[in-house]
């Protein structure tokens, strides 16, 4: 595919479902182009199918974050159009479920938490550096509630997401020479596939739905980029913005 002229470009990864889905609906709305990521490679086509109607040019990658080779597979794409606009590292695991104590995680399933929550996250943003400085381009990782709650069981996803804070506003100060910023957001909580795993069906039915965030996207998408890098927002707060 070729990026048609003057058409913003985004990379959504976890774009298959859920709030992935959501926010990658919203951009294409907003007239983004779009490579979209995902483990499910049919659900990632019906997304991808879906928002052709909205006029986007859409790629989907299916994959695994943590694997190089579709960390490979993006780069290439982006690569073959004019420089990216924005990437959103939404892919993201839980661990193991029914939660567990975070001293009750085998060494090897922390390992795998942080491999796709933070280590994945960094290693795509190394991959698409350059195209994201072409445009001056903003990175949203996507971290949680979790991340600064200290909840039980949820230790080993939201050490995962509290490194991922830590990493958005270090690279935030990293990238700033490059022209790129970098924000981290706390989407609240939400009924999505990956809560239904983690709650009961009570818990999960009074969760709002991803689009309840769709408000806060379109806000982030019109701020000028140096006054969100280094921030972390709250997508379903009333005062998004928590941290200068």
Do not use: C
């Not at 002229?5 to 985004?10: D, N, S, T, V």
């Not at 919203?26 to 052709?52: K, S, Y």
């Not at 190089?68 to 993201?92: C, K, M």
């Not at 806060?216 to 969100?228: E, M, T, Y």
């Amino acid at each position: 595919m070729t990026a048609r002229a003057h058409r913003p470009l985004a990379v959504v990864t976890g774009a298959s479902r859920g709030l992935g889905e959501v926010i990658a609906r919203v951009l294409a709305g907003e007239g983004f182009d779009l490579v979209l990521t995902a483990r499910d490679g049919p659900a990632l086509d019906a997304v991808r199918d879906r928002l052709r109607t909205w006029d986007s040019d859409v790629e989907a990658l299916p994959g695994d974050v943590t694997d190089p080779g579709l960390r490979s597979r993006v780069a290439a794409s982006v690569r073959r159009r004019s420089g990216l606009d924005l990437l959103v590292n939404n892919a993201a695991t839980l661990g193991p479920t029914p939660l567990l104590p975070l001293l009750a995680l085998r060494p090897e399933e922390l390992e795998q938490i942080y491999r796709v929550n933070l280590v994945g996250p960094i290693a795509l943003v190394r991959e698409l550096r350059a195209p994201l400085a072409v445009r001056h381009g903003l990175v949203v990782n996507l971290s949680s509630d979790a991340a600064v709650g200290g909840y039980p069981t949820w230790g080993g996803y939201g050490a995962s997401k509290a490194a991922l804070d830590l990493a958005s506003l270090t690279l935030a100060h990293e990238l700033a020479a490059d022209g790129i910023a970098v924000t981290s957001v706390d989407p609240g909580e939400m009924r999505t596939p990956g809560a239904e795993r983690a709650f009961s069906a009570e818990e999960f039915a009074q969760r709002p739905p991803p689009d309840s965030t769709v408000p806060f996207w379109i806000w982030l998408l019109g701020q000028p980029h140096d006054a969100v890098t280094g921030r972390r927002f709250l997508a379903q707060a009333e005062h998004w913005g928590v941290r200068a």
